[in-house]
């Protein structure tokens, strides 16, 4: 069974701060890993996607990847409300017959409070 | 573009009922799956279909039944559901290859009476 964690939410940051939410996986042999952001009542939004050790930056989005660790994390920047939403993490499984099935944390809600 | 579509948005139906859902995408993906997702839940992976052959099925009810006409579509066939089945049904592609997202449509909303 491949395991996603998520740290427990939710999670509540001042407008402008910066909000770090992390996740865990337990598959070491994982390669692809992915963010989305999902507001209420609405789909799965892809955010971020990152397959190297190290950093990758998308305007306020910060995806960190370390597999030694097995960890990936997602910073936000400068912090809005409208950032405020659940975040999924999502690992894929890029090994075997999986055809890119992702398994999915619980996801992390947060709250930009202005 | 990176636009899966779905339709209806919302669909309510009697447990006696049969319905379809339908997901259409135009970008060339070879994989398409269905996902339902429950309220405060991650996405729950029901189908996988790969070059419209159903590849995965995640032990799901025969009540549900999933269909791949071509390449672009995809259907959900749903038949005697229980008032449990409601949730957001959700149609996601990927093109097929390593280092591919997968894009997720905007969702069918289904409520069971």
């Known amino acids: 069974q491949k395991e996603v964690e998520q740290n427990s939410g939710p999670l509540s940051v001042p407008e402008g701060a910066i909000a770090s939410l992390n996740c865990t996986y337990s598959?070491?042999?994982?390669?692809?890993f992915f963010w989305y952001r999902q507001y209420s009542g609405k789909s799965p939004e892809l955010i971020m996607s990152?397959?190297?050790?190290g950093d990758k930056e998308d305007g306020r989005f910060t995806a960190q990847l370390n597999k030694a660790s097995q960890y990936v994390s997602l910073l936000i920047r400068d912090s809005q409300p409208s950032d405020s939403a659940t975040y999924l993490c999502?690992?894929?499984?890029?090994?075997?017959?999986?055809?890119?099935?992702?398994?999915f944390g619980r996801g992390t809600q947060l709250t930009v409070w202005p | 573009d990176t636009e899966v579509t779905q339709t209806p948005k919302h669909l309510v139906m009697g447990m006696t009922n049969k319905k379809s859902l339908k997901c259409e995408q135009h970008?060339?993906?070879?994989?398409m799956y269905w996902y339902k997702q429950k309220a405060k839940k991650p996405p729950e992976l029901m189908f996988v279909?790969?070059?419209?052959?159903?590849?995965i099925n995640e032990s799901v009810p025969s009540r549900f039944s999933p269909e791949c006409p071509n390449s672009s579509l995809l259907n959900l066939h749903l038949h005697a559901l229980q008032p449990e089945d409601s949730a957001l049904y959700l149609c996601?592609?990927?093109?097929?290859?390593?280092?591919?997202?997968?894009?997720f449509g905007p969702g069918t909303r289904l409520t069971v009476t």
């Open positions: 996601a592609s990927r093109a097929a290859g390593a280092a591919n997202e997968q894009y």
């Open positions: 598959d070491r042999g994982s390669q692809s």
């Open positions: 990152i397959y190297s050790n």
């Open positions: 999502a690992v894929r499984a890029d090994r075997g017959s999986t055809l890119g099935r992702l398994y």
């Open positions: 970008m060339g993906h070879r994989a």
């Open positions: 279909y790969s070059y419209e052959k159903l590849s």
